[in-house]
């Protein structure tokens, strides 16, 4: 089930420095937010929240619409390495997802 | 209009006619052009590489680098496994057809929609209001190209996952299509 536009889930760890804050708290968590488009289409959107959260279908329509009448939906809250890993499946399949430090 | 995507046994049948594998050859070439360019500036690179980390510039840039490597290296092997799947189609009805795996027909998928935001950024998108016709002739023509990729896309998505086709059959009435 290797993403093909995208890193598959079991690529190795990018090694990186930790910041400072996150030497504090490690497991501090991060959204994923993902952002309206005028491009991706509904049902491509849908499938693309399936296949990278496993998420079960009414669940994933229930984020694009949110994405769709909202600007952008939450649809994830973990670690920082979680989340970045989130962010680059999701510009793989060529959604404009984003993270920042949960508030 | 026959469908250019359906369920054969365990595969994906694609039947593409002469035009359409021209245009996707084409469209291909060009977007491999553009990402080996690599112009920061570019409304296409910028589309396909964006923003990673919304309210820390800093973190953003960083994060960013680590990943562009990563989506040029898979965009550009996507780009060149479509070829390879269209080097091993046969020729059908004067066209294209190609017998696509799973994972296969979700490159296929992520390979048009990399064409299509390519195109959306390349036009501008995001400033054209869809319910006028542009007056160029040259973003028409994309637009054209855009939406029948998406037509594409509709029927692959409706076969590689059948579920999703609910958004279709009782969406918000509010879709692009």
Do not use: C
Not at chain 1, 33 to 39: G, K, N, S, Y
Not at chain 2, 78 to 88: G, K, R, S, V, Y
Not at chain 2, 97 to 110: K, N
Request: negative net charge; hydrophobic residues 40%; aromatic residues 4%.
């Amino acid at each position: 089930m290797a993403p093909l536009l995208s890193a598959a889930p079991a690529a190795p760890v990018r090694e990186r420095d930790a910041e400072t804050e996150d030497r504090v708290r490690p497991d501090a968590p991060w959204d994923v937010l993902v952002w309206d488009d005028p491009v991706n289409l509904m049902s491509y959107v849908v499938f693309v929240f399936r296949r990278v959260f496993g998420f079960p279908e009414p669940v994933a329509r229930k984020l694009m619409l949110e994405v769709h009448h909202q600007g952008r939906a939450l649809v994830a809250s973990e670690p920082r390495e979680q989340a970045e890993l989130y962010v680059q499946q999701l510009h793989g399949y060529g959604l404009h997802a984003t993270m920042q430090r949960t508030s | 209009m026959s469908r250019s995507f359906r369920r054969h046994g365990q595969s994906i049948r694609m039947q593409l006619a002469a035009g359409e594998v021209a245009l996707l050859r084409s469209m291909r070439d060009g977007l491999r052009a553009v990402l080996e360019d690599g112009a920061p500036d570019d409304p296409v690179i910028a589309r396909l590489f964006p923003t990673a980390v919304s309210d820390d510039p800093e973190a953003d840039t960083e994060l960013r680098r680590l990943l562009r490597d990563e989506l040029l290296t898979a965009r550009l092997a996507a780009l060149d496994d479509l070829h390879e799947l269209f080097e091993q189609g046969q020729e059908s009805r004067g066209g294209l057809r190609v017998d696509l795996d799973a994972e296969q027909a979700v490159l296929v998928l992520g390979v048009f929609n990399d064409l299509r935001l390519a195109i959306g950024a390349r036009v501008g998108v995001e400033h054209i209001e869809r319910e006028q016709l542009p007056t160029d002739e040259a973003t028409t023509q994309r637009l054209a190209v855009m939406d029948h990729l998406g037509w594409l896309q509709e029927q692959l998505l409706a076969v590689l996952d059948p579920p999703s086709v609910q958004v279709h059959l009782d969406g918000d009435g509010q879709e692009r299509r």
